[in-house]
């Protein structure tokens, strides 16, 4: 998800959808570039759930990545086939709770002001 | 790569029985989002420049606090707020894109503080 935000009066003016956000979203604006700001909030993999040999595992996505790493190197014969069954991913964000129910309802980002200086997402008008 | 709708065998369907093929340009997503501005009368335009090389196609929806809470397809005629017949509209001439940006004209009612709220999905196909 990305927030557009006024500089001036630290409302939020625009909403982009979604979880993990490609170049050309990243190069995406809304309103006046000089007069908007914004707060990216990309999605990250955490976890995975992966199914090898017969037997699934949970991993972090660490341990998975350097898991694949070893794998690779070995000869094309001698690499383990896996399945990935899940992944876990988790906003980037300070506040998970409210990065979650964004998620769920977008609209909801309307009801927040912008901190310009945490980036954090401040309730306006005594909104819960 | 062909993935055909349940109960059609994917190898003789039609293209219309059809969920996904990779024969076929996929309209599919490049951006969706919202955008919102409040004001009492006048005219404002919402400027979305969505970061692809070329025009897109794209479907904007709207609603207002004062009028309804139900997303509205624009254009649409105007939706009429009170008995001097001011209206809050986003008008057919009023949605313009380009290679840049979209562009959304919205007119606010007069006399009342107003919030009006667009939606727009902004696709992968060339108009």
Do not use: C
């Amino acid at each position: 998800m990305i927030i557009f935000y006024d500089k001036q009066t630290r409302d939020v003016i625009g909403v982009f959808e979604g979880r993990v956000h490609s170049d050309d979203q990243l190069k995406a604006w809304v309103g006046d570039r000089d007069h908007t700001n914004r707060i990216v909030i990309q999605w990250k993999p955490v976890m995975v759930v992966v199914y090898i040999n017969g037997r699934s595992f949970d991993a972090s996505w660490t341990e998975w990545q350097e898991w694949l790493a070893k794998e690779e190197q070995k000869p094309i014969a001698s690499q383990r086939a896996y399945k990935i069954l899940n992944i876990i991913y988790e906003p980037e964000y300070h506040d998970k709770e409210l990065a979650n129910k964004l998620d769920q309802n977008p609209t909801l980002a309307y009801s927040y002001k912008v901190n310009p200086e945490t980036l954090a997402l401040e309730p306006k008008d005594g909104i819960q | 790569m062909k993935i055909s709708q349940p109960g059609y065998n994917v190898k003789t369907a039609d293209p219309q029985n059809l969920v996904f093929s990779s024969a076929f340009a996929t309209m599919n997503i490049a951006l969706q989002g919202t955008a919102a501005r409040t004001q009492n009368g006048g005219s404002y335009t919402f400027t979305i420049a969505h970061g692809l090389a070329f025009t897109p196609f794209a479907l904007v929806y709207y609603n207002t606090s004062v009028y309804s809470t139900a997303w509205v397809f624009a254009p649409t005629a105007g939706l009429i707020n009170n008995s001097n017949g001011d209206q809050t509209q986003i008008d057919s001439s009023d949605i313009r894109m380009d290679a840049t940006n979209l562009n959304v004209i919205a007119s606010f009612n007069n006399g009342v503080s107003e919030t009006i709220t667009i939606r727009y999905y902004i696709f992968n196909v060339s108009i």
